[in-house]
């Protein structure tokens, strides 16, 4: 135990200076201030954020967690923070939307070792920013310094949403029958899933030589449009702009994460269907072939891993189906839905090579 | 990249296991599925958690996040995974209790590297018990195999709450006057703060040799009751049961986390008043003397890391006092408002050694 005579104790050499701490907070509390909404009674400082639901007749509260994985270790390398949060952000809008709801409210945690005030800031204007966009209010959140959890540098970032639709509104996927169309909405790069294995292929993010990792990611790729680096941080993609307005038509909404079309399609089907996709309905952008490519991985395994290009999937009824195809930019139809066969299978991928 | 001849990469290689990973949220729906209520719409598994909001004329929604710090750096020391799961649901619960809120639902979030199965479902059984003992629905969470961000054995553990009050009930600390009471409810140790500090003090959980570690956390400490261990490792505890019953009674509450005293109570306290509290009015439990002792630390430094044994501050009109302190067991008076001194000030403790 300590010496005697060794000298105190301060809070601050142990990791944590509480008064740091509460300029950083007032910093956080200004960049959150910039997305918020009439219902919110107190700002960031209280404890607990507080928000006067209003408008609804049968509010059915839909709430989602999830982090942005392991794509974070791109950000040390890029120096991009903020494209982050809107990472953090869209993949829990996406999750809430599929039962139809639109968000309230989002909290951020974000934990940390010795990453700078100006890179958590900028993680934590990108959430602001895309909570603005997707009229969100940012009610609240936690930044902790964890040293001895996080190595120097490192950090998690990780978002939480409520959102709020009528309950007879809910898109649920009990209305879907065979005959439905499957529409496909493009994704913008991998989104959020897949980053353990693209960083294992591509090399990069994988606490290697950070001189040749960077070197690696500012490599101008023709096919890509750019950088490595900056097809890689794309951030994740809100579906809610293009959805929202014909959400009242649509009978199933899958989100594509991990797991890819044959691990989220089925999740939003009743028992006794079947989604029936097309290999070729849609084109699998470079980013994915690259991958595949460098890293000699199976179709199979990509599909399970990566969205492969197609970030969401809308279910409606066929009649909807050419004028949603026509409605929202970059949409495709996937295939359609139809009885399962009598083993239950609930996905069929045709046509693949 | 990738040497041509270099065996295919497959994703469980790269740390991910999708069919394990679908094997261990089966064990998690059966777990959750002991905390839930009525409203629940959805189990664990769809995208977002949906609960069906009922009961309420005009309910404001109350949400924290926070995680159990480094508090959990001695989980892998003394086994005991399962308690910190009372601890990232209580210190929420606690959050929006101040604001007279009680809790709806609860979402986990819980990342890591090589933790077993077995002890990430401890936690989130941890989770489900604190849940329900509180009546609140442990609708969602995440659990994330980060490789690369946290090192082998090291882990993040955070929690989502949303609770609910009805807008006219809403405790905000406006109608706090001078002359109201200042009642304290006792802490069960350190809760969730100040463990940067105690292990570096106590030579616990600061990734040294890991048998002495342990033995020092099994040392029987008579003033303890017990071992280090065991003290260092009792959850946080939730007020909810001890405060309920008088929440109509109270005109404001601080949760005494990160901050201690100083730190937590004037947040609740409107302007122009000031928070006396009497040193001496309460016994500062064994294991903060402990720690103060041990670490060389001044009074006044222990006052704004740990809650020195007071986890809740209740303000009640001078009235109301004497029947709460009679009902509520282990309160007791810490002193009480006055008006603000010119320069603002909003804590005094006094007759400090």
């Known amino acids: 135990m300590t ?58 509260l839909v709430s989602s967690t999830d982090s942005v994985g392991t794509k974070l270790k791109l950000a040390p390398l890029t120096g991009q923070y903020r494209s982050l949060g809107h990472d ?15 968000p309230l409210f989002f909290l951020d945690y974000i934990a940390s070792n010795q990453v700078s ?20 209010a940012l009610i609240g959140g936690e930044t902790a310094d964890l040293p001895g959890v996080y190595q120097p540098g490192d950090f998690d970032f990780v978002g ?25 909405l493009p994704s913008s790069g991998l989104h959020t899933n897949g980053y353990a294995l693209a960083r294992q ?27 490595l680096g900056a097809a890689l941080m794309t951030p994740h993609r809100s579906y809610i702009p293009e959805v929202r307005p014909h959400v009242a038509r649509l009978k199933g909404m899958a989100h594509i994460t991990g797991g890819g079309l044959p691990g989220n399609l089925p999740r939003v089907l009743p028992d006794g269907v079947c989604a029936r996709v097309r290999w070729g309905a849609w084109e699998v952008p470079p980013l994915f072939r690259l991958i595949q490519s460098r890293g000699e991985i199976a179709l199979g395994e990509m599909l399970e891993v990566f969205n492969m290009g197609i970030g969401m999937v809308l279910v409606v009824g066929e009649a909807d189906a050419d004028a949603l195809l026509a409605a929202i930019p970059g949409a495709v139809q996937l295939g359609g839905i139809e009885s399962s066969p009598a083993d239950g299978t609930k996905f069929v991928l ?3 090579p």
């Open 350 to 352: 045709e046509g693949m």
């Open 88 to 102: 953090v952000v869209n993949q829990s809008l996406n999750d809430v939307l599929v039962s139809g709801a639109l």
């Open 117 to 136: 005030d100006d890179d958590r800031i900028a993680m934590v204007e990108g959430v602001a920013e895309a909570c603005a966009a997707a009229g969100c």
């Open 3 to 60: 010496e005697p005579g060794s000298p105190p104790h301060r809070y601050a050499e142990a990791g944590v200076d509480l008064r740091a701490a509460e300029r950083f907070v007032n910093r956080l509390r200004g960049v959150a201030s910039r997305a918020t909404r009439p219902e919110v009674l107190s700002g960031i400082g209280a404890f607990g954020g507080a928000f006067a639901l209003q408008g609804y007749r049968q509010p059915v």
């Open 160 to 184: 939480f949403v409520v959102g709020a639709v009528e309950r007879d509104e809910m898109i649920d996927g009990s209305r879907i029958r065979p005959g439905d169309a499957l529409l496909g």
């Open 201 to 227: 292929v591509l090399e990069v993010g994988i606490d290697g030589d950070a001189a040749a990792e960077r070197a690696r990611l500012e490599q101008v790729y023709p096919e890509l449009g750019g950088t």
